[in-house]
T-cell receptor, first 115, second 115 residues
Framework: AQTVTQSQPEMSVQEAETVTLSCTYD???????LFWYKQPPSRQMILVIR??????QNATENRFSVNFQKAAKSFSLKISDSQLGDTAMYFC????????????FGTGTRLTIIP | DAMVIQNPRYQVTQFGKPVTLSCSQT?????MYWYQQKSSQAPKLLFH???????NEADTPDNFQSRRPNTSFCFLDIRSPGLGDAAMYLC??????????????FGPGTRLLVL
């Protein structure tokens, strides 16, 4: 069974600074996908960024980028130039590439951006 | 815009009184999921439909049922809600057979309160 670990329950950072959220996972599979989801307080869970395990290049989406280290089974999220709207719960998630599989979530990191 | 819609956004019910939550999607995705999310926790998968095939999680209580009358709609029925069933219920969809198929897209959720 796959597991996803987020070791930082809470983090805070000053607005405009850069912050990195950590995520590690455990799997015996070679083909899989990793995600970061953002869930603002009382709001919808939205996809931040997605990474295919077979791609060596780290995914980026505007101010969001990942550091994907497949051998180390690490998938951290970097948020550059953080904004107040980045305040949210961030979930790291894993799914294998075999179809009809479950999304495995980490326990989440609550990120607060301080004005 | 294509999206996942959940109604109602807030639902109050009485202990033991059946309640139905609904989810619809305009993404034409063939997989639909129901999650239960309690405060500050990761979503917990209750069940999912792969097309018309129902997949129940082993630890989902019998009190929870689901229906998917067509591709667009999926319902969550709680037959006899208990106080412990108060939570946010999230619907999500994904599509198999296309690039990015494993990405799940979430609705805004229905917050259930049991009195």
């Amino acid at each position: 069974a796959q597991t996803v670990t987020q070791s930082q329950p809470e983090m805070s950072v000053q607005e405009a600074e850069t912050v990195t959220l950590s995520c590690t996972y455990d799997t015996s599979e070679n083909n899989y996908y990793l995600f970061w989801y953002k869930q603002p307080p009382s709001r919808q869970m939205i996809l931040v960024i997605r990474q295919e395990a077979y791609k060596q290049q780290n995914a980026t989406e505007n101010r969001f980028s990942v550091n994907f280290q497949k051998a180390a089974k690490s998938f951290s999220l970097k948020i550059s130039d953080s904004q107040l709207g980045d305040t949210a719960m961030y979930f790291c998630a894993f799914i294998s590439n075999f179809g009809n599989e479950k999304l495995t979530f980490g326990t989440g990191t609550r990120l607060t951006i301080i004005p | 815009d294509a999206m996942v819609i959940q109604n109602p956004r807030y639902q109050v019910t009485q202990f033991g009184k059946p309640v139905t939550l609904s989810c619809s999607q305009t993404l034409n995705h063939n997989v639909m999921y129901w999650y239960q999310q309690k405060s500050s926790q990761a979503p917990k998968l209750l069940f999912h439909y792969y097309d018309k095939d129902f997949n129940n999680e082993a630890d989902t209580p019998d009190n929870f049922q689901s229906r998917r009358p067509n591709t667009s709609f999926c319902f969550l029925d709680i037959r006899s809600p208990g106080l412990g069933d108060a939570a946010m219920y999230l619907c999500a969809t994904s599509s198999t057979g296309t690039s990015g198929e494993e990405t799940q897209y979430f609705g805004p959720g229905t917050r259930l309160l049991v009195l």
